[in-house]
């Protein structure tokens, strides 16, 4: 019977088994600028503790579990299968071994209670979306003693109206008027630790883009921080007023009459579109 006993799980120590806490995920939604300079926060989380009313064990105060009359402590009991004898789960102490007459008020005989905790938990700097910051010990407390399990908070960053961070690169439109594009001029740009000035020179395009060194961000596990890109949009203006529209109106003739060279790739594109047709 023993050998058999070993087979089907005859095993005691029901009351002896502990079992660590189970881990926990605590979603935190934080901002570009806060993800690139890192920053202390406090977490209000509901959290499981072990009860202290009862010191976990379950028991009222002043009372303890008793052994489980049905399967003695064993945490098993046999049931006959034919010629066999096979152990099963104790369905009165659930396998603990243990019964509690007298349960916790406090726990309900649980052991456990729910209750809000504060954690102070430091975001490193250059963190991206998904990074994990783990806090050893903060996750649900251990069964029978165990160790608890640990608390992971899973990093979100909130969409930016200026850029978008592709690693620790970052990458923004920047809008250029129609004059400084042809005439070229200084612009301003903000960058995550201020402004930077940009040289736009005569003639630039929709598409051109400017690179910023060192004006990205710095991973967790890089060496350096990433760089800036600047994608220039030249921006047709709006609302005009009479008097605008017609010196527009004349520079476009002006521009009609040597049309190849102010506008190439104009010129380029329609003379394609005439040979596309011809054809």
């Known amino acids: 019977s023993d050998i058999f006993g070993e087979i089907f799980g005859g095993g005691r120590g029901g009351r002896s088994t502990v079992f660590r806490g189970a881990d926990l995920r605590y979603n935190l939604e934080i901002s570009l600028e806060q993800a690139a300079h890192g920053f202390d926060t406090k977490l209000r989380i509901p959290a499981m503790a072990t009860c202290e009313s009862c010191k976990g064990s379950g028991a009222r105060p002043g009372t303890a579990p008793t052994t489980c009359p049905s399967c003695r402590g064993a945490g098993q009991v046999r049931v006959s299968q034919g010629p066999f004898s096979i152990a099963q789960t104790c369905p009165r102490c659930h396998g603990s071994g243990s019964i509690i007459p007298h349960p916790c008020a406090q726990c ?30 903060e996750g649900e407390p251990g069964v029978n003693g165990g160790p608890p399990g640990d608390l992971y908070v899973q990093v979100h960053i909130k969409p930016h109206p200026v850029f978008t961070r592709d690693h620790d690169d ?12 042809a005439l070229g001029g200084e612009i301003a740009i903000p960058t995550l630790d201020g ?13 051109k883009t400017f690179r910023l060194k060192g004006k990205g961000i710095k991973g967790v596990r890089s060496q350096a921080p990433g760089d800036l890109f600047c994608h220039v949009v030249v921006e ?39 040979e596309f047709f011809e054809s």
């Open 170 to 181: 970052l990458h923004c439109e920047m809008p250029v008027s129609i004059t400084s594009a």
């Open 195 to 207: 402004s930077a000035k940009i040289r736009v020179p005569a003639e630039t395009q929709s598409g």
């Open 236 to 274: 047709t203006p709006v609302n005009l007023t009479e008097r605008q529209r017609q010196i527009l109106r004349e520079f476009d003739a002006i521009s009609q009459q040597d049309s190849a060279r102010h506008n190439p790739r104009a010129k380029g594109w329609f003379d394609k579109v005439k």
């Open 108 to 137: 309900a005989g649980s052991g456990r209670i729910k209750l809000q905790k504060t954690l102070s938990v430091k975001i490193p700097s250059g963190v991206d979306e998904g990074d994990r910051v783990r806090l050893s010990g």
